[in-house]
C-alpha cells in the first residue's frame, strides 16, 4: 500500500513497558481520526505497519460511509494480548496517543478490551472513546456493530430478493466472537438457521448451543451451503483459495478489510455472481456507537439508532450504484465515500 496516501505514522518503543506502536492516520479531512487500538503478536514490524495503513484508510472510509464528521486512523500493538499486555504498556500507548492532541481517538478492536481503555484514558483523557458504561462510556460497541450488520443483510436481501424475512434462511458466520455472537442472537431471534465457526471451539459450541447452530470447522465453513455467509473474524477472508469455494449468493459480515486483494477479489466475487456488501459499509455500527462519546448530545442514542438504520440505506444506495453501472460493489461504495469526502463537511 501506498505510505503516501497517509497523513502521518507514528511508530514507538518504550523499552520500560516492552510497548512497540505504530499509529497510522490516513486522513483527518472530515475530522479528528478515530480508529481502535488492536494488539497482535505481529511477525514483524512490515507485518503491524501494513495492517495499520489498511485499516485506518478503512476507518476513513467507514467514517465517510456512516456520513459522521470523523477521519480515519488506527493503532496497532505488537505483542501477544494473552503474555504482553499490562498495565505499564497501556499506559505508554496512552501517553503517545495524548502527545498527537487529539489528531488521533482511539478504542477497544481485537486484542484489546473495553477495561484496557481505562488504561489508557488515565494519560489521555479526551482522546479514547468505547470505555465502560459505568464509567459514562458508550460501552462495547459489538452489539451496534452487529446490529449494523443486521440493517446491511435486510438490505441486501430487499434488494436480491424483494424480501427481508430471515425465517428459515441458512446464515453461515465465521467466528462468534463479540460481534459475531451478538449477530448470530439477532439472526436466531429472527428465526435464521445458523452455521457457525471458530478457531476457538468453545465459542463455536457455546453459539451452538444457545442458538441451535451448526458447527462447521474453520476451513469447511467458506463452502458451507448457505444463502448469507457472513466473515465476522479477522481481514482477509475473502481471497483467491476461499472465493471459490463460497456457496452463499451473499457475503455480509463485520469484519474489517475482508477482501485480501480489494479490486481482484472485489471482482472475483462479482463475476461469481456473488453480492458482497462492503465491509466498512456494513460494520460502522461500532464507529456510530462509539461516535456518542464525542457528540454529548441529549438526543444522542436516537441519533444513534438512526444512523444504524441509515447503514441499510447506504447499502442500498451501493447495490443500486454497482447494479446501474455494472461495477463491484467495492468500487461502488469507494466512489459513494470519495465524493463524500470531496464534498468535505457542510457547516452550513
Ligand atoms: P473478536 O476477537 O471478539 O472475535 C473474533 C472471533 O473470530 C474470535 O472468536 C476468534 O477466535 C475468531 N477467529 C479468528 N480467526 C478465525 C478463523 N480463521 N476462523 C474462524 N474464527 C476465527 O473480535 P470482534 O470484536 O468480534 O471483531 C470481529 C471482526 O469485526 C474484526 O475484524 C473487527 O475488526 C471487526 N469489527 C469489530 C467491531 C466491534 O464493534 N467489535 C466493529 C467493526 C468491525
Given at each position: 500500500m501506498d505510505t503516501f496516501e497517509h497523513e502521518s505514522i507514528y511508530f514507538r518503543t518504550d523499552k520500560a513497558s516492552g510497548l512497540k506502536a505504530i499509529i497510522a492516520i490516513h486522513?483527518?479531512?472530515?475530522?479528528p481520526a478515530l480508529g481502535g487500538c488492536r494488539m497482535r503478536p505481529y511477525a514483524s514490524a512490515e507485518e503491524a505497519l501494513e495492517d495499520a495503513l489498511r485499516l485506518s484508510r478503512g476507518m476513513t472510509f467507514k467514517a465517510a460511509a456512516a456520513d459522521l464528521p470523523l477521519g480515519g486512523g488506527k493503532a496497532v500493538i505488537i505483542g501477544?494480548?494473552?503474555?504482553?499486555?499490562?498495565p505499564a504498556l497501556l499506559h505508554a500507548f496512552g501517553r503517545m496517543v495524548q502527545e498527537l492532541g487529539g489528531r488521533y481517538i482511539t478504542a477497544e478492536d481485537v486484542g484489546t478490551t473495553v477495561a484496557d481503555m481505562e488504561h489508557i484514558r488515565a494519560e489521555a483523557p479526551l482522546y479514547v472513546?468505547?470505555?465502560?458504561e459505568a464509567d459514562g462510556g458508550s460501552g462495547d460497541p459489538s452489539p451496534v456493530t452487529a446490529t449494523g450488520v443486521l440493517h446491511a443483510i435486510d438490505a441486501c436481501l430487499d434488494f436480491t430478493t424483494g424480501k427481508t424475512s430471515l425465517a428459515g434462511k441458512r446464515i453461515a458466520i465465521q467466528g462468534v466472537g463479540k460481534v459475531g455472537m451478538s449477530l448470530a442472537e439477532l439472526l436466531f431471534s429472527r428465526g435464521a438457521d445458523l452455521v457457525v465457526c471458530d478457531v476457538v471451539p468453545e465459542r463455536a459450541r457455546i453459539a451452538a448451543k444457545r442458538f441451535l447452530a451448526e458447527v462447521a470447522s474453520p476451513e469447511e465453513i467458506f463452502g458451507v451451503p448457505a444463502d448469507i455467509f457472513c466473515p465476522c473474524s479477522l481481514g482477509g477472508a475473502l481471497n483467491d483459495e476461499t472465493i471459490p469455494q463460497i456457496r452463499a449468493p451473499i457475503v455480509c459480515g463485520?469484519?474489517?478489510?475482508?477482501?485480501?486483494d480489494e479490486e481482484r477479489h472485489g471482482w472475483m466475487l462479482m463475476e461469481r455472481g456473488i453480492v458482497y456488501v462492503p465491509d466498512y459499509v456494513a460494520n460502522a455500527g461500532g464507529l456510530i456507537s462509539v461516535y456518542r462519546e464525542i457528540e454529548k448530545s441529549s438526543v444522542s442514542d436516537r441519533l444513534t439508532q438512526l444512523r444504524v438504520i441509515g447503514i441499510g440505506r447506504t447499502v442500498r444506495t451501493v447495490l443500486e450504484m454497482a447494479r446501474a453501472e455494472g461495477i463491484p460493489t467495492h468500487q461502488a461504495a469507494h466512489r459513494l465515500v470519495s465524493e463524500r469526502l470531496e464534498k468535505g463537511i457542510d457547516i452550513s
Open positions: 486522513s483527518t479531512r472530515l475530522g501477544d494480548p494473552a503474555r504482553d499486555k499490562t472513546v468505547g470505555i465502560a463485520a469484519a474489517n478489510n475482508q477482501l485480501l
